[in-house]
């Protein structure tokens, strides 16, 4: 099309020679700029020397042909009209003005719109000029975004144990200060029996700025409840107040690349995304049970990885080995030594199929360092809650089912009249975490995923606990184990329009199997002591649009009855 619309306009452009002067030089320039544009091309790639050459030979034969067919026409009616003309005498053919004005029109308009949008087309796929194109800190950045908007009915089981000291709402009693406090809030205890719905909206903004070759910085913006880490859910119904939107993420990033383009190393500092292979993607879930998928990690995290080489077709991280380390306070206690920290390292492995089939393993080990509750040091051990010393230890944040332990009370030494005030930790965390994750890759991009996740708590010692734990006495049982199998079946990522995907779960997480504060927030409300099922699946109605449902059943493991279902509707975007 390029090649014979600059034809086409050369071979008018030089039909049109026997005009006035003033429309002869107009017409000389626009013929001019018309073969400037095809050695342009011919400098970018897009035409060849040949085919320019070709080209103009093609326009002047044709022009040749044209002006002489021109010639012959005029003379025959010039004879036809008026006879034959003297040997002395010269006649012109007439063209009109409004037939010229009308082929000058034509052919700028052919030219404007056909040979500049071919060039422009074919810059965007090759990148011409992008380099000066926008300004320099335009190009250093990348703005992302989602918002998803969900429905969420909770059902309680008619059998539950109506609230009370089995279940406690820890956060609550800490926040007002105490268990006297928030019972007389009437805050101090769980919902156990009163069905309730609610509409929840969530939007995340994020923004990253490439810094130098490798190293970046990120950050992101989200909803949410500022003191809750594991979800940034805001819930409908504020009466008109305006949202929280707060950092939820904030870091710099290097990732460093081999000859071969193989990223190698990649390093992270700040508040970051979590380092570790939960065994799932964006949208084939994994497990949630040691970490939440909204948690934000602040500290230092470091992932060496080792080429196991290269099959054909499997992409750049089919094969490879590495590992991953993890540094990450968690609560600082003033005029103290007894920081919490959260220790972490993982060494996994990614082995792709030639019949595109993968399986990803991973065992981690996390170190929870002065995590358990210290009791008050005063004597006698009462709450002084403008000493922050004294409660320190007391947990930023907690969703429940963990054993509990008293940091402070009120009323006299007296066992029988001592009433717990703020609560802790009774047990230490050491967890080994093992998680697998094989896919099969069946037809028209379809594919059927197998997950599992595997957790044991060996910081646990039962007479630690015992001693600690809240109004407690001899030994306590051991629950410090968890796992979770998942099925997912249908595309692996749920984008584009018309793809889907459905998945299973059963998941048992008991009580001191990890740290409740950061696992799931929406299997049996939050925490841990939990049993159960997970049906879902998603549906792409538009490109970036997608819907997803999920039913969450689950009940306590040990304790009185507390059976929770869950259901949650959501309308997803991404930008």
Excluded at 371 to 395: F, G, H, Q, V, Y
Aim: net charge negative; hydrophobic share 40%; glycine share 8%.
């Amino acid at each position: 099309m390029l090649q014979k619309k600059a034809v086409t306009a050369l071979v008018l452009l030089s039909v049109l020679g026997p005009v006035q002067a003033g429309e002869k030089e107009e017409l000389l320039k626009l013929r001019s700029t018309t073969e400037s544009l095809i050695k342009q091309l011919v400098k970018q790639g897009i035409l060849t020397e040949e085919t320019a050459e070709t080209m103009f030979k093609e326009a002047e034969a044709e022009a040749g042909k044209i002006a002489s067919q021109a010639r012959t026409a005029a003379a025959l009616s010039n004879a036809a009209s008026v006879g034959e003309p003297d040997d002395e005498e010269v006649r012109v053919s007439y063209i009109p003005d409004f037939i010229k004005d009308q082929i000058r029109d034509e052919i700028r308009a052919e030219l404007r719109e056909d040979v500049t949008g071919d060039v422009i087309s074919k810059a965007k796929e090759e990148g011409w000029g992008l380099a000066d194109a926008l300004p320099e800190w335009t190009r250093k950045f990348k703005l992302s975004g989602d918002m998803r908007l969900r429905y969420e009915p909770v059902f309680y089981a008619d059998s539950n144990t109506a609230p009370g000291p089995s279940f406690p709402n820890v956060q609550a009693i800490n926040q007002l200060g105490g268990l006297t406090n928030a019972i007389a809030r009437q805050e101090a205890f769980e919902n156990t029996q009163t069905n309730n719905q609610r509409f929840r909206q969530r939007f995340r903004l994020g923004i990253e700025a490439n810094i130098a070759e490798g190293l970046k910085a990120a950050v992101r913006l989200s909803t949410g409840n500022f003191r809750d880490p594991v979800s940034t859910n805001q819930t409908l119904g504020q009466t008109g107040d305006r949202y929280e939107f707060s950092v939820d993420r904030a870091y710099l990033q290097y990732d460093d690349v081999d000859s071969f383009g193989f990223n190698w190393l990649s390093l992270m500092g700040g508040r970051i995304k979590n380092p570790f292979f939960v065994g799932g993607g964006e949208f084939t879930g994994g497990s949630e049970m040691v970490w939440d998928p909204d948690l934000s990690f602040e500290g230092f995290a470091a992932t060496y990885r080792y080429n196991l080489g290269l099959a054909n077709g499997l992409g750049d991280d089919a094969r490879m080995i590495y590992a991953t380390a993890g540094a990450f306070p968690l609560q600082e206690a003033p005029f103290s030594h007894n920081d919490k920290w959260l220790f972490g390292g993982q060494l996994g492995m990614n082995w792709g199929f030639k019949n595109h089939d993968s399986l990803k393993f991973a065992v981690a080990y996390y170190d929870y360092k002065n995590i358990a509750a210290r009791p008050n040091s005063t004597e006698p051990n009462t709450c002084d809650l403008n000493n922050r010393e004294n409660t320190a230890s007391m947990p930023e944040f907690m969703q429940g089912g963990n054993s509990l332990a008293t940091i402070c009370y009120e009323g006299t030494q007296s066992a029988s009249t001592q009433i717990p005030q703020m609560l802790g930790l009774a047990s230490d965390f050491n967890i080994i975490n093992a998680t697998l994750r094989y896919d099969m890759s069946l037809f028209d991009d379809v594919h059927l995923t197998f997950s599992g996740d595997y957790a044991k708590n060996i910081g646990f010692d039962s007479a630690k606990v015992a001693a600690r734990r809240v109004l407690g006495a001899g030994e306590v049982d051991e629950q410090t184990t968890a796992w979770q199998v998942r099925a997912d079946l249908g595309w692996l990522r749920v984008d584009k329009k018309g793809n889907w995907s459905t998945f299973v779960a059963y998941k048992r997480v008991e009580r001191d199997a990890v740290l409740d504060a950061f696992t799931d927030s929406d299997f049996h409300l939050g925490g841990t002591n939990a049993k159960g099922w997970i049906l879902g699946a998603n549906y792409a109605l538009l490109n970036n649009v997608w819907l997803t449902s999920r039913w969450l059943s689950a009940d306590a493991i040990t304790g009185p009855p507390f059976a929770v279902d869950v259901f949650q509707f959501d309308i997803n975007t991404k930008f």
